[in-house]
C-alpha cells in the first residue's frame, strides 16, 4: 500500500528524471516545478541521476583554475629555488620575481631551502655593521644578555616574600 506522500514524491523524481533527461539544469527543472534547486538536486542524488551539466561545468573550470594556480605556484618556486641557489636574499628574490618578501620566505620554508650556519652569521655581522654595532665572533645579536625584568611587585605581602619560613 502506497501512501499519498510516497506517490507524490514518485511523481517528482519521474518528473525530475524526465527534465534532466531533455538535458535540462537543476536551475531549470526548479524554474519547471516550481521547486528550489537544492530540492531537484536532492531528487537527483536519491534517484542515482549524474550531476547536472551546468554543475558539471562549472567543476571543470574550477579545477582548469586550481591546476593554472598550482602551475603558477610551482613556476615561482623554481625561480625562487633558482634565484635562492645565486646567493640572494628573501628581499632580493622578491623584488626580482614581483612578490613579497615573506611569500618568499613561505615558499623557501616549504622547499625547505635554508641557508647554511656560516651564511647566517655573515648576513647577521653585515647587517650590524652596516647599523654600527660590532659582533662578537659568533655572537648574534639575540645572545645579548639582558637585565630580567623586576617582578617584585606582584609578589609583594604574599608567601613568596617570606623568606625561610
Known amino acids: 500500500m502506497v501512501s499519498e506522500r510516497q506517490r507524490a514524491a514518485a511523481e517528482r523524481a519521474a518528473r525530475v528524471k524526465a527534465l534532466f533527461e531533455k538535458g535540462l539544469d537543476d536551475d531549470q527543472i526548479a524554474a519547471a516545478m516550481g521547486s528550489t534547486r ?19 561545468r562549472a567543476k571543470l573550470v574550477q579545477a582548469a583554475k586550481s591546476s593554472v594556480r598550482g602551475r603558477a605556484s610551482a613556476e615561482r618556486a623554481a625561480q625562487i629555488k633558482a634565484l635562492f641557489d645565486q646567493g640572494l636574499d628573501d628581499a632580493e628574490i622578491a623584488a626580482e620575481i614581483g612578490t613579497n618578501k615573506d611569500t618568499v620566505r613561505a615558499t623557501r620554508s616549504r622547499l625547505k631551502l635554508a641557508l647554511p650556519a656560516d651564511e647566517v652569521l655573515r648576513r647577521r655581522q653585515l647587517a650590524a655593521r652596516s647599523a654600527g654595532e660590532t659582533l662578537r665572533s659568533g655572537a648574534f645579536p639575540s645572545d645579548r644578555v639582558r637585565p630580567a625584568p623586576d617582578v617584585s611587585h606582584l609578589y609583594r605581602g ?8
Not at 38 to 56: E, Q, S
Not at 158 to 165: K, P, Q, T
Open 158 to 165: 604574599r608567601r613568596y616574600d617570606r623568606v625561610g619560613a
Open 38 to 56: 537544492d530540492a531537484v538536486r536532492t531528487v537527483r542524488f536519491r534517484n542515482g541521476l549524474a550531476m547536472d551539466p551546468a554543475a558539471k
